[in-house]
């Protein structure tokens, strides 16, 4: 097995309570996604942060999601700090062996570089973190399958609005074939 972990989405606009986009459970997976990236460096681990920016002038904003961006302080713009900011929390102590892509839409492959960078990290198996789980997780997901990737999601280190949203889509990943552990199991492959 090639792992590589890939962590979508953690980022202040999408976490913190104060921004419009927050996403009710990204919070609390902060300390279980904090461990496992560093549990993932020290085992030399590739870790790839996937995450998303919009223009100042919401050019590039869903058509979804613009008039809350708007209203909201037009959280996720380049440059931005605090609450509505497109930083990672401290917690991830970001390194230069990192790798960051910056995703236009939901699946973290649709018009990046991820196939090509993973296919030149030679990777098998793609560990699934972030937010949101129906969105960007499970659409990076089925992506993934159809590439031929083998593909875990960590369930506490991924979140969604609510407790029943979050299960409906683990289990339909499932169904489709993606493996759905607790962090705690995929560290212990590491030991």
């Not at 570089?113 to 937010?131: E, S």
């Not at 609510?162 to 299960?167: A, C, G, L, T, V």
Request: aromatic share 6%.
């Amino acid at each position: 097995m090639h792992p590589v972990l890939i962590i979508i989405d953690m980022q202040n606009g999408f976490i913190n309570p104060e921004s419009p986009l927050c996403i009710k459970g990204a919070k609390a997976t902060v300390p279980a996604c904090a461990e496992t990236i560093a549990a993932c460096r020290a085992k030399s681990i590739p870790v790839i942060f996937v995450n998303r920016a919009y223009r100042a002038d919401g050019s590039d904003v869903e058509h979804t999601r613009k008039a809350v961006w708007e209203r909201g302080g037009k959280p996720l713009t380049p440059g931005s700090t605090g609450p509505l900011s497109v930083e990672n929390p401290p917690e991830f102590g970001k390194t230069n062996t990192d790798y960051e892509i910056i995703k236009p839409r939901y699946s973290a492959f649709f018009q990046t570089p991820l196939d090509l960078l993973l296919r030149r990290l030679g990777a098998d198996t793609l560990i699934l973190t972030g937010t949101t789980t129906p969105n960007c997780i499970r659409t990076t997901c089925y992506d993934a399958i159809s590439l031929d990737y083998r593909v875990v999601v960590l369930e506490d280190c991924c979140s969604s609005n609510s407790e029943e949203i979050q299960q409906a889509n683990l289990l339909d990943m499932a169904n489709v074939g993606a493996e759905i552990w607790m962090s705690s199991e995929f560290l212990e492959t590491l030991c």
